[in-house]
């Protein structure tokens, strides 16, 4: 069992910036795939980025491509989410999720494990 708990999100003027964090409970976080998804109001969620157990490969998703980091610190269980030039369309609630198998996927069907999540708001 895996607990995950997102901190982070804000209220964020466009063209700022934010830092997301997801802290992982276990001993086995270096093997699971992460990710970050999104909820809006009204819509689907969607996944934002993705990342490898070993961090050497990463998936985003078209929008925050350019704009957002996913990066993940092992010895701390954690991992984070970098979001630059944050824009209107960027409001959401924020999830981090953990999947126990490897191989970088998008669907939030084939994540495991689920936090809470985490408003971010960014103001126009």
């Known amino acids: 069992q895996v607990q995950l708990v997102e901190s982070g999100g804000g209220l964020v003027q466009a063209g700022g910036s934010l830092r997301l964090s997801c802290a992982a409970s276990g001993r086995t976080f270096s093997s699971y795939v992460m990710g970050w998804f999104r909820q809006a109001p009204g819509k689907e969620r969607e996944v934002v980025a993705a990342i490898s157990g070993s961090a050497t490969s990463t998936y985003y998703a078209d929008s925050p491509k350019g704009r957002f980091t996913i990066s993940r610190d092992n010895a701390k269980n954690t991992v984070y989410l970098q979001m630059n030039s944050l824009r209107s369309e960027d409001t959401a609630v924020y999830y981090c999720?953990?999947?126990?198998?490897?191989?970088?996927?998008?669907?939030?069907?084939?994540?495991?494990?689920w936090g809470q999540g985490t408003q971010v708001t960014v103001s126009s």
């Open positions: 999720a953990a999947r126990r198998f490897s191989g970088l996927v998008t669907r939030g069907l084939d994540y495991n494990y």
